[in-house]
């Protein structure tokens, strides 16, 4: 603790001169102290300001009731600055200094109260402390000295006291990894910095201390302040503990590991090859957390050998069992070269029906609904009669080639083909392919699949109600809060330090509060805000009503001729600021920024108080009023209003985002033996702002922790045009999905290997004994939308290799397709597919007839089978649509609003196009 001697009470005489020495030596117009003019009005007004009354210096009463004189007090010798705070002052704290004067003997001299001589303390070096209501407010670290010192007399005190200032609480936490990029499985730590709400460094030692990541799935084990991840891709970490909200991020990128697994499949799937028929082996690499490593070096061979076209595609031109073969031979996770082969038959008495263009179990680039040549071959050794393709005559050429046009949809198309010979013999096989001419990339995020739009009403409705409509409903709170009346008061206020002089007195602000005003009928609010959407950005309005300043008037020191102490108020009638913020994306944070400087004006000031003192005197603090007081109010308001804006746009936008399968889903696999995850990131990907709304967009990717297939793919198909929707309609906010986003969860289902499992309890159920079913598929699941509202789903590339005793006690193959109609709808904020029917339905077997008997029994295993596939796969690849909306963070509690809770669409109703699900409400308190 820093002091000095404390003041001692003394006894000083106030003098009451004449009017004639008054205006003698300062021309005042009137007398301070009695008389016929003194001021009549207590309200003086800087709009029109009264010259004050001319006095009489004859006829003016300067000797009624003169009071007795009282003694000069002595001339100061010497000023010394006096504090009482404890030490160390921590950052943030305030205190009090006090400033004395001393006489000759080092005696403190008592003064009455607003008559010592003006003074003032100055503190070094800068930066460190702050002056706040008349007192210094501690901010950065570091040894401080404090002068008190009296210009006026030429004094200073020459040993000031100083005082150190340490760190505030812990306000911040940034983060430092050991790595920026690491291999997957292995751990990274990271080391913390604290900082308190200044930025000076806090220790942390004491302080519990951990790693959160953005990402928290099955691949993710965090301890301590050490991250292990098993999953490839990119991951937000911070440190944290409790009860610190500011939390820097650093990016992670995991990197896939060495190849420890290779998976193979063989396009086309089909039990028997023909001769010359092109066959590829494809073949992806994963390291031993199941991430694809696409640099991985394979090679590609054929036991015995056959003419190779390129990695992987081969063909033969003789029967036989052929195994192809994909290798790692180095760089890779084990001692041993990696491999692994498939065998094929190569048989010219095989299925007499190939498609080959486009290929069964393909997917193609062509645009949906326009004209395609769909070809294939047949042979038969007695002659090949006729080829109908869906119903309708091929054209058959002499080598056995045969083609169809025909406009194939978007999404799956089945092509059945119908083969006779010569005796009327045929043959039925049914060909699937996936057509699109947009497909994404299934490996990267696709930007602007889901879009949020906030109309003007949803930034400000005009309301200015206390419920929550729109975003200026918050910025009300904020500017009629008592924390912006602070932030006045501490700009504004400092009982030691005169702004000016009025007269023969010092004029010092010692407070800031509001006056009475009529709020009117229906307007809860005495502050008023606007905002509007610009190009770019958001203007604000904020009008202050009524701000009162109060004002302490004191003596000068050895002008005894003016009365001591008074205490007049300057009313404001109203303080209007306009602002200009531009809003931008900052990597996955969306900010606002001051656009060019905010513009201030306030409107009447007028002064009152008192009514014994000179109209002069008034006259001169009124115009005080009108020039610095003004200015001083003028600047707090502005920079109050923008740091509570800053803060609130921070708080709100920064926090702007979703939680929806942030954490990721999982599905279980059809045969039961465990689940398959799906991993969503989510990230913000444009803005567009102009008069009438604004637009975001969000990024999305898809992807299952494990690879388990290695199928060919273009990607995610979906219906050409553009990704990013903006809906139309009378609600103010509201949210559209692309088809994209729920075509990429299924197909992530597809590369988890949802439809690759043994399924014969699941179709014929646990008692059918030696029933056995394996499933293999080479198409991903494609939905779309239809007009109507409903959706569409379409499964194909479905092969079922099947045993079942008494029926096919020896292997038969089957290809299987079926589309389905559901009706989509939201049931407490989750998205539902219900009422799911079956509309096509295919089936063809390999090899082998079925008469009709069997297939009416294999058709009601496999349609009820399906109808709770495509239940499951749609239900559970996209069971909650990703809603952006403004978190409400515990800064913002002070303010009434309901922590942890969100502000964005409330009461959503669903619609749709053909490419977009629509969600439209209004703006509030989620």
Known sequence: MVTSRRPTPALALRRCLGLSLLLATLSLGSAACGGDDVADSSDWSTDEPDAGGEADADTAPVDEERPDAEPLAPRPASIVTVIEVPMPVIAGQRFDVMCEFLDEAGDAIAYPEGEAPPFRFDHSPSGLLEVRSGQLEAQHVGQATIACASPALGLRDETPPSIEIVAGPLHTLSTELSNFQVTAGDTVSASCRGFDAFFNPVDLSGTELRLISDVTNSGVTLEGLD?????????????????????????LEVVPDLPAELIVSVVPDQPVYGIGQIITLSAEAQDRYGNLVPQARITYESVPAGESFGDGRFRFDQDGVYTLRASIDENNATEAPLSREVEIVVNQNGPSIVCTGPGDGTMINHAPNTMLTFTGTVEDSLGVEEVLVNGSPATLDDQGGFSARFRPRFGINFV???????????????????????????????????????????????????????????????????????????????????????????????????????????????????????????????????????????????????????????????????????????????????????TVTSGNISVSGSNWFSSAVYGAIASLAQGIIRSMIEDAVESAIVDNFDSLLGDLLGNLGTDALSGGIEVPRLDGTGQIELLYDLGFSSLSVNSARMLLGMRTRVRPQTTAIAYPTLGVAVPPGSY???????????????????????????????????????????????????????????????????????????????????????????????????????????????????????????????????????????????????DDALNSALPELPVPSFAISPSLGVYGLPVGGELGLTNPALDSTNRHLILRGNFGVR
């Not at 999953?231 to 909200?245: M, Q, R």
């Not at 699949?449 to 109600?465: E, F, M, W």
């Not at 005495?526 to 959407?533: F, G, N, Q």
């Not at 007049?568 to 060019?596: C, F, H, I, K, Y």
Request: glycine share 10%.
């Open 227 to 251: 991250a292990t991840i098993t999953t490839a891709g990119f991951y937000n970490l911070s440190c944290f503990a409790e009860g610190v909200e500011n939390l820097n991020e650093v990016t």
């Open 416 to 598: 059945d083909v119908v083969a006779r010979d010569t005796y009327g013999e045929e043959s039925v096989r049914t060909c699937s392919f996936l057509a699109t001419d947009t497909y994404g990339n299934h490996l990267l995020a696709t930007d602007d699949v889901v879009s949020l739009r906030l109309a003007q009403d949803a930034i400000d409705d005009k309301g200015h109600t206390a419920t929550i409509q729109s975003l200026n409903d918050v910025l009300l709170r904020v500017l009629n809060s008592d924390g912006l009346l602070q932030q006045i008061r501490d700009a504004v206020v400092n009982p030691n330090t005169p702004i000016g002089s009025a007269s023969c007195y010092n004029i010092y602000v010692i407070g800031v509060e509001y006056y009475g005003i009529n709020l009117g009928t229906g307007n809860l609010y005495r502050h008023l805000t606007a905002l509007d959407l610009v190009g770019g950005g958001l203007d604000m309005q904020a009008i202050l009503r009524g701000v009162r300043v109060k004002l302490r008037a004191s003596r000068k020191s050895g002008f005894n001729i003016c009365v001591g102490t008074f205490e007049p108020e300057a009313d404001v009638s109203s303080v209007t600021m306009n602002l200009t913020s531009d809003l931008a994306l900052n990597g996955q944070t969306l900010s606002a920024g001051l656009r060019g400087n905010p």
């Open 724 to 870: 990013l929707y903006e809906p139309s309609g009378g609600q103010n906010t509201s949210v559209s999905v692309h088809l994209m986003l729920l075509n990429q969860a299924l197909h992530a289902l597809w590369r988890g290997g949802l439809l690759e499992a043994d399924i014969g309890g699941a179709l014929f159920g646990e008692d059918a004994e030696g029933a056995a079913v394996s499933l293999r598929t080479s198409l991903p699941p494609v939905a779309a939308l239809n007009a109507d509202g409903s959706a569409t789903l379409m499964l194909g590339g479905m092969r079922l290799e099947m045993v079942y005793p008494g029926l096919f006690d020896e292997p038969v193959t089957l290809s299987l397709g079926a589309t389905a109609h559901t009706e989509v709808a939201m049931n407490n904020g989750q998205l539902s597919f219900s009422n799911i029917t079956l509309n096509e339905f295919h089936l063809s077997p390999d090899e082998i007839s079925l008469n009709e008997g069997t297939r009416d029994i294999l058709e009601g295993f496999l349609r009820g089978f399906l109808q709770t596939l495509l």
